[in-house]
């Protein structure tokens, strides 16, 4: 049986490798939640703003793969924000004539 000292290594070895490879695809992984955040928001906002639909009917709207976007519904600001955790925000906001229309980045 393996002793406490060589179970700690080999768990700071898997950790250690883990935000090796978190570090490897970063860019790929935000770009991901950027892009989701961007769909979420401006899809949930057209639901909502556009169609005239209740937020919890927009969230089903929801593609596969879109478990970690969360949405907020902003009805003063007749807006909606999308957020992947840590990773992404963005804002999708109703403006009458033009629809929904995504926020610059900043």
């Given at each position: ?10 768990a700071l070895m ?33 639901c909502r703003y ?57």
């Amino acid at each position: 049986m393996p002793g406490r000292r060589t179970i700690i290594y080999l768990a700071l070895m898997v950790l250690v490798s883990l935000l090796v490879a978190l570090g490897w695809h970063w860019k790929s992984l935000s770009a991901r939640a950027e892009l989701g955040a961007a769909y979420g928001a401006r899809l949930t906002c057209s639901c909502r703003y556009v169609e005239g639909r209740a937020m919890g009917s927009c969230a089903d709207d929801k593609e596969p793969g879109m478990a970690l976007v969360t949405l907020t519904d902003r009805p003063d600001d007749r807006a909606v924000d999308a957020s992947v955790p840590l990773i992404a925000t963005r804002t999708a906001r109703f403006r009458p004539g033009w629809g929904c229309l995504l926020d610059p980045v900043e």
